[in-house]
């Protein structure tokens, strides 16, 4: 476990309120798919009494993969406990335990809603665009052909294509290698559960 990534934890001791702090691990729960949204970001800056994102972002990053754990890893109360380092105080364990066992059970049965009803990736096409190619700003053309499982029907495979830009492109692989450098620190496999949307 990297106690450097889980130093982070001490900075919820300033939300001041159990309820407080229930509510930031409910809403990073419910935002896994999509990321924070501003208001939500402002709103546990705040509670937090922190001044920036570059301060909030590694919090976030903490509580995610703690989060992740305990649902698809199904920790246990005293395997939850172990991944504190000493410098995350008794009392503030002793609350993220009781909260993450709390809604334990609740969020892996959103996970295996989550795995039933999102379609499949069959295959995956990675088109770069010429570099002499003047008429567009686009570098890239993503090809995604999905298979809906919970549909029988011809109708149920569907391709999805989408363009990249080079800013979003470098902004896209930037985030990749980050969380990617994060999880192989803590000794966690990159798999399946991985939501690469930052926070």
Known sequence: MDHSLWGHLPLLVRSNSKESVEYILQTLWRTRKTGLAPADRAFIRDVLQLPSDSDLDPLLVCLRILIRRCVYENFSKDEINKLFPPEVSPELQRLLTLLLQKFQREWRDDARRDQ?????????????????????????????????????????????????????????????????????SIGEPLNGHLQANGQ
Do not use: C, G
Not at 158 to 175: C, G, I, N, P, Y
């Open 116 to 184: 039933v009803s999102l379609p499949r990736l069959k295959a995956m096409t990675w088109n770069m665009a010429t570099p002499n190619a003047a008429t567009t700003d686009h570098v890239a053309v993503i090809s995604l052909k999905l298979q809906d499982d919970t549909r029988q029907s011809p109708s149920s495979e569907r391709e999805v294509k989408f363009q990249l830009a080079k800013d979003t492109l470098d902004t896209m692989l930037k985030s990749m290698y980050y969380i990617r450098e994060q999880l192989s």
